[in-house]
């Protein structure tokens, strides 16, 4: 069975841009959750969907926003990059919504100039 | 809010010697993960705990759900030159989707 899948795995943006992060879960899960890691903070908790619902979300600006697709595939964008969007973005997949084991993929790792 | 706090923050130890290293909440957790993370990849999933007093293990690697919820641990036997990474623990109460990570162990070997 494939692993989760993050695209793409490396992104520079300059300040002021959008950026797009793409997460394809493992077959069969319905749950993915994004975490924004940084050496200060540590894991983040973002935003989780499933079954295309947001289901849960973290304390981070409405800059961030995300969508799930019918296929559980999901994206995030976040709007009006600052330089402190500069971070590992990494996506979670888990067969159900809440307890149970949740998977990682690579990450994409953002970095805003 | 929810805090994990993980200790120690790091270690170095010689290959062969044993490890352990813990979580504590400020509040209850009805699943205790545990997890490994390599420079540049994603966190990789070690154990995963679901019942209070629970004890499982992963080859090496032994967890344990506090029977309060709100600490868990983990140890690892005769370590390695390859278990040097970070070392996470993550807890979820409740029914919500989110999981709370405790700041990591960084566990360096020295062969």
């Known amino acids: 069975k494939a692993g989760v899948t993050q695209t793409p795995r490396y992104l520079i943006k300059t300040r002021g841009q959008q950026v797009t992060l793409s997460c394809s879960p493992i077959?069969?899960?319905?749950?993915v959750s994004w975490y924004q890691q940084t050496p200060g903070q540590g894991l983040q908790f973002l935003f989780e969907y499933f079954s295309e619902t947001q289901r849960n979300k973290g304390n981070f600006p409405g800059r961030f926003s995300g969508r799930q697709f019918s296929n559980s595939r999901s994206e995030m964008n976040v709007s009006t990059l600052e330089l402190g969007d500069s971070a590992l973005y990494l996506c979670a997949s888990s067969p159900t919504t809440g307890g149970t084991e949740a998977f990682f993929g690579q990450g994409t790792r953002l970095t805003v100039v | 809010g929810q805090q994990l706090n993980q200790s120690p923050q790091s270690m170095f130890i010689q290959e062969g010697e044993d490890v352990s290293m813990n979580c504590t909440s400020s509040s209850i957790f009805n699943t205790w993960l545990w997890y490994k993370q390599d420079p540049g990849e994603g966190p990789v999933l070690l154990i995963a705990l679901y019942k209070a007093g629970e004890l499982t293990s992963n080859g090496r690697l032994t967890a344990q759900f506090g029977i309060t919820r709100k600490d868990s641990f983990l140890n690892i036997s005769a370590s390695i030159p390859s278990d040097v990474g970070i070392y996470f623990c993550a807890g979820r109460s409740g029914s919500q989707g989110n999981l709370i990570f405790g700041k990591g162990t960084k566990l360096s070997v020295k062969p």
């Open positions: 077959s069969g899960h319905r749950s």
